[in-house]
């Protein structure tokens, strides 16, 4: 297993980040909303905020890569994080991408892909030598996955993960989560956006109108659909509304003032269980090693 210190060094070595930012989806902003369940998905599952009326959530958009400075009009994949704040004061996240499906299934060819995906030719290479990924690079292209879109309020976020949930009777099922749209393009500001921070300015002028909501989506596994897999496919899934997610300001971003915001997929709470799917189960080491980092450079 390659060890978390080396995966940082790996990925620092590819974009090479300033001191004190995230390794990787290094510019972002945070924003604050709430989380509305639909009694479907409470039916399903006893996690807190899926009984509750309504919860806070604060949100993180962001771009994908580990340069805090690229501009927006360049093409990248884009990111959004929800940490849920439950009435008992705990909190989960997820973590998504616009890309549909995810192209590996190990830290280890997660490192070597995005280092590779630096330069046009080494990433040829990379493909070359993991035809197996090729699928989800092309569900990525159909979806626009990476590209330069209008607004971050327009687009699709997918966690990809699955996660099991548990109903209060205690019986289980395997979920996978979709963040889709509800803004328009007749929502759009009335003013024109350009420039390397076009998105957190036309955002913030949609906000200033009324709040961006998203369904939460999930499919609910059938017969035969693998959890444990990120790269798996599920054919026999049914799919169900199980909330709404209302962004609904820009918030201050916290870490401006020294703290270390991490958004962590597997931080679940009781009702919500992981699954065994190795890249999941890897994230917490390599975030902690990366927020060692950056608190590290902010203290010297």
């Not at 509305?36 to 996690?47: D, G, I, K």
Request: charged fraction near 25%; aromatic fraction near 8%.
């Amino acid at each position: 297993m390659l060890e978390p210190e080396r995966a940082i060094d790996r990925l620092q070595a590819a974009f090479d980040p300033p001191d004190g930012y995230r390794t990787l989806h290094a510019k972002g902003g945070f924003y604050t909303g709430t989380f509305t369940a639909t009694p479907e998905a409470a039916a399903l599952c006893r996690a807190g905020h899926l009984a509750a009326a309504t919860v806070p959530v604060t949100v993180r958009w962001s771009n994908a890569g580990g340069n805090p400075r690229v501009s927006d009009e360049e093409p990248d994949i884009r990111g959004m994080a929800i940490s849920f704040h439950l009435p008992d004061g705990t909190v989960t996240d997820l973590l998504a991408q616009t890309s549909p499906r995810f192209p590996v299934r190990t830290p280890e060819d997660f490192v070597a892909m995005t280092a590779a995906s630096r330069r046009p030719h080494t990433m040829l290479l990379w493909l070359a030598r993991h035809p197996s990924a090729l699928p989800a690079i092309l569900a990525g292209a159909k979806a626009k996955a990476v590209g330069r879109p209008s607004s971050y309020a327009e687009i699709p976020y997918y966690p990809l993960h699955a996660y099991r949930w548990v109903d209060a009777d205690g019986n289980g099922v395997w979920v996978r989560y979709t963040f889709a749209p509800l803004g328009r393009r007749e929502d759009r500001p009335e003013a024109t956006f350009t420039g390397p921070d076009r998105l957190r300015q036309e955002i913030a002028a949609r906000l200033a109108a009324g709040p961006v909501r998203y369904e939460m989506r999930v499919q609910v596994a059938g017969p035969g659909d693998e959890p444990h897999d990120v790269m798996s496919v599920w054919t026999n899934a049914r799919e169900l509304v199980a909330g709404h997610v209302d962004v609904t300001a820009p918030t201050p971003d916290p870490e401006t003032r020294g703290c270390a915001v991490v958004f962590d997929p597997t931080r679940v709470v009781d009702g919500i269980e992981l699954s065994d799917d190795p890249i999941l189960r890897y994230r917490p080491a390599a975030y902690s090693e990366s927020v060692s980092r950056r608190t590290r450079s902010r203290e010297e």
